[in-house]
């Protein structure tokens, strides 16, 4: 009898584990809640942009928050007060989209402009032609795209880079563009970068090459934020 019990026990484990509502490893839902302490501690490498990722907020608050004028530079160990979170809204589409990304073997040439970007996004490109192997959700804040490592990716709208870089957990080799004061974009798990802090990117520009930095396969996880809110990609790479 006792033998026979045993043996339920292990099966019932086992149909736990392949259940469909176990969440796989490489999807990122953490958005860190405010500590109650309100403050962060500024960490290498991190911007205002990133410790807005981190919890969700938009750096704009950040910056009123803390009387911080554009450019936005913080430093190493300084301490930053946070604003509360927003109600969340459901965001609209509101820009045209198309499906294409640029051959690989394409040439791109360089920004030419200098300036902060503000004017609207009028064109979002998919960053990679690859498949999407998970959805956004409550699991997930953006989508993660399939591919082989070192295929590329490609920015998805013209913009500045603002933070690039390890420092964010789960991210691994992470890229985020600004490309107005309301959108962000994020390319996470890279296995080669090739843009750094302060560049400015064209449309279809080519950025990294796809690897498994900071999860268990090759993909490319990718989230566009509103007003520091993650918004679902599909939405606008439709």
Aim: net charge positive.
């Amino acid at each position: 009898m006792k033998k026979i019990l045993l043996l339920f026990f292990i099966i019932f484990l086992t149909a736990c584990t392949d259940s469909e509502n176990y969440a796989p490893v490489v999807e990122i839902s953490t958005i860190e809640p405010i500590p109650a302490s309100g403050k962060h501690i500024v960490a290498f490498q991190e911007t205002i942009y990133s410790i807005a990722w981190i919890y969700g907020l938009d750096y704009r608050d950040i910056a009123k928050r803390n009387h911080l004028l554009p450019p936005y530079t913080v430093h190493e160990d300084q301490v930053i007060y946070l604003p509360p979170k927003k109600k969340v809204v459901t965001a609209i589409k509101e820009v045209p989209v198309v499906k294409k990304v640029p051959p690989e073997n394409s040439v791109i040439s360089k920004p030419i402009f200098t300036m902060e970007p503000k004017g609207p996004v009028k064109l979002w490109v998919s960053p990679n032609a690859g498949p999407i192997i998970s959805k956004y959700g409550a699991q997930n804040k953006g989508i993660n795209i399939g591919g082989n490592r070192n295929d590329p990716i490609f920015a998805t709208a013209a913009g500045k880079v603002v933070y690039s870089g390890s420092g964010l957990r789960g991210y691994g080799n992470l890229i985020i563009i600004k490309h107005n004061s309301t959108y962000l974009s994020a390319y996470a798990h890279n296995q080669r970068v090739f843009v750094r802090d302060g560049d400015y990117v064209l449309t279809g520009q080519k950025i990294a090459e796809m690897g498994d930095s900071g999860t268990t396969r090759v993909m490319l996880h990718f989230e566009i934020r509103k007003d520091g809110q993650p918004v679902n990609p599909a939405m606008y790479l439709k």
